[in-house]
């Protein structure tokens, strides 16, 4: 097999799958006392999306989130003011194919990856235009931006989409590449496949990496472990000291059959059954420690932030992890649903879902983006 058939949306609907598969209850000792809870420094609304990126721009005060059911993107600032809404379905300029991540700029822009153009898109956050950028051959399946860009961006991704490939590699995490390619040009600037991870796992299975702005890779695997590939090839394995084997909730059990049905639709059109027993394994399998793919952050000290997947009913946790030496260094609690974050200085933004209250008329949980000062640990 040459080439893939199955059709962009399943495709992104798999990956997706296989990012958020299952994690964590919040049992350890040691692990809560070093769990820290920030002020919360600014708030705002959002419209209803199924899309969990956000990035935090350079101002620390503006966020933009993605609005997928309009194909666009919404920037708000900390005191809930909308700086601007921008972007619609379509392959013309400002418009969109399939919008899937946000990163943010050193100069205070905004970048959008669409995945369906093969094409990173730079604005200012009021909408203003200011690059396109296509994605070179060599990546088949763009995921996600890495880290801030400037005058380059990286954008880690697949190098195939062939089935029959991933089976025989044992899966996307080790099929993964790292193009950094530069903004005006558009020309590839330096590619890099992700090193071979010489680490025993006790699970086995490796679900994806990422680059260490300091040098060496960081690898998310099974059951909590990650793995920390030094610049010169030495590797340390651990296993996050939160991780417990958290089962699905409800609202995570209603997700992820939301995402297989969907799934299913686009795959029955190309004659693909789905799986019957495949919600009833979901709901007796532990969580995966790590929330998605691209939601792992360095922030200028070096330290690795993680979202997880414990808990998110009435709170959600983002574990921190010291340069170097790999050491757990605590978790910060915040309110609410995690769909994702950003981080640039001293503050922390969170796109969340609120918890529903009895109050609430249509019983559809409400989003926003919350600011924290998180300066105290810097």
């Not at 809560?32 to 935090?56: C, D, K």
């Not at 954008?155 to 029959?164: I, Y």
Request: glycine share 12%.
């Amino acid at each position: 097999m040459t080439g893939s058939k199955i059709p962009g949306p399943a495709r992104l609907a798999m990956i997706v799958l296989g990012s958020t598969l299952a994690l964590s209850v919040w049992g350890v000792p040691g692990a809560m006392a070093q769990t820290r809870v920030p002020e919360r420094i600014g708030t705002a609304e959002l419209p209803l999306s199924e899309n969990g990126s956000i990035a935090l721009l350079a101002d620390e005060i503006t966020a933009c989130t993605i609005d997928s059911h309009e194909v666009r993107i919404h920037c708000v600032d900390r005191a809930g003011t909308t700086v601007g809404i921008f972007g619609r379905e379509g392959d013309g300029p400002g418009e969109f194919r399939t919008l899937t991540r946000l990163g943010g700029g050193s100069e205070g822009t905004v970048g959008a990856l669409d995945i369906g153009a093969s094409r990173f898109s730079v604005f200012e956050a009021d909408g203003t235009r200011v690059a396109d950028v296509p994605l070179l051959p060599g990546v088949a399946f763009p995921l996600h931006p890495v880290g801030r860009f400037g005058e380059t961006v990286s954008v880690l991704g697949l190098s195939t989409m062939d089935p029959s490939v991933v089976l025989e590699e044992a899966g996307f995490g080790r099929l993964q590449v790292l193009a950094e390619i530069g903004i005006a040009s558009g020309e590839l600037v330096h590619k890099v496949d992700l090193p071979p991870v010489d680490a025993e796992v006790a699970c086995g299975e490796i679900h994806y990496g990422f680059p260490d702005p300091a040098g060496g890779w960081v690898f998310v695997a099974c059951e909590g472990h990650l793995v920390f590939v030094a610049e010169d090839g030495a590797t340390k394995v651990i296993q996050a000291p939160t991780y417990t084997g958290e089962l699905p909730g409800e609202l995570d059990i209603g997700e992820w059959g939301e995402a297989l049905n969907s799934l299913y639709r686009a795959s029955a059109r190309y004659g693909v059954s789905g799986d019957p027993t495949a919600l009833e394994r979901y709901r007796t399998t532990p969580k995966n420690y790590q929330l998605l793919a691209g939601q792992q952050k360095f922030d200028e000290e070096g330290r690795l932030w993680i979202a997880t997947q414990r808990d998110r009913d009435k709170f959600s946790y983002i574990d921190i992890y010291l340069p170097g030496d790999a050491t757990y260094f605590g978790s910060v609690r915040i309110d609410g649903r995690l769909r994702g974050f950003d981080l640039v200085g001293a503050t922390l933004a969170v796109l969340v879902e609120r918890r529903i209250t009895p109050d609430d008329p249509d019983s559809i949980a409400d989003r926003a983006v919350d600011w924290y000062d998180v300066g105290e640990w810097r």
